[in-house]
T-cell receptor
Framework: RKEVEQDPGPFNVPEGATVAFNCTYS??????FFWYRQDCRKEPKLLMS???SGNEDGRFTAQLNRASQYISLLIRDSKLSDSATYLC??????FGAGTTVTVRA | NAGVTQTPKFQVLKTGQSMTLQCAQD?????MSWYRQDPGMGLRLIHYSVGAGITDQGEVPNGYNVSRSTTEDFPLRLLSAAPSQTSVYFC?????????????FGQGTRLTVV
């Protein structure tokens, strides 16, 4: 079983919509996670870190549910520029396969 | 700031050829790693290093060698290229000592083996 698993999507949403997706992890000892963003198979770039219960950065909110062992990412008021693949990563830098989000005009 | 630099950006090899993918970082990071990314899959760890002189295998090490003679450099060697090694390769680095540090990635090497 992979240490980090994601819903691959794709999520196809209109501009302005809210989209949310999850990532599950198998190692109950994992303390911190990251969401990375990847555009067109370019290098991944850090979107936000997730410690303790969660983190919020503008339109992006990440939450960590330790009891059910999953991390979520919510994007509010989606922009065309949010179209990308979102990678869930644990503290050991084990990557999920990514969730593809496409925001349409 | 240069960050993590990978060379070359693109490479075509014939089956059986060998080559070295270069990775250098100027952030004095202890931890460095190599990943490959195939369509529809996430990044899979090939090899990693927690400091100069120390390397270890990741999830998919077969067919690859690494060495870490300096903190800055972490080259990846393909011993005898196979079509199954056609992929995008990323090098990453991060500070060690805490689990909460960001990893920085190079721009990737797109390798095709024919």
């Amino acid at each position: 079983r992979k240490e980090v698993e994601q819903d691959p999507g794709p999520f196809n949403v209109p501009e302005g919509a809210t989209v949310a997706f999850n990532c599950t992890y198998s190692n109950s000892a994992s303390q911190s996670f990251f969401w990375y963003r990847q555009d067109c198979r370019k290098e991944p770039k850090l979107l936000m870190s997730v410690y303790s219960s969660g983190n919020e950065d503008g339109r992006f909110t990440a939450q960590l549910n330790r009891a059910s062992q999953y991390i979520s990412l919510l994007i509010r008021d989606s922009k065309l520029s949010d179209s990308a693949t979102y990678l869930c990563v644990d503290y050991k830098l084990s990557f999920g396969a990514g969730t593809t989000v496409t925001v349409r005009a | 700031n240069a960050g993590v630099t990978q060379t070359p950006k693109f490479q075509v090899l014939k089956t059986g050829q060998s080559m070295t993918l270069q990775c250098a970082q100027d952030m004095n990071h202890e931890y460095m790693s190599w990943y490959r990314q195939d369509p529809g899959m996430g990044l899979r760890l090939i090899h990693y290093s927690v400091g100069a002189g120390i390397t270890d295998q990741g999830e998919v090490p077969n067919g690859y060698n690494v060495s870490r003679s300096t903190t800055e450099d972490f080259p990846l060697r393909l011993l005898s290229a196979a079509p199954s090694q056609t992929s995008v390769y990323f090098c990453a680095s991060r500070r060690s000592g805490t689990a909460n540090t960001e990893a920085f990635f190079g721009q990737g090497t797109r390798l095709t083996v024919v």
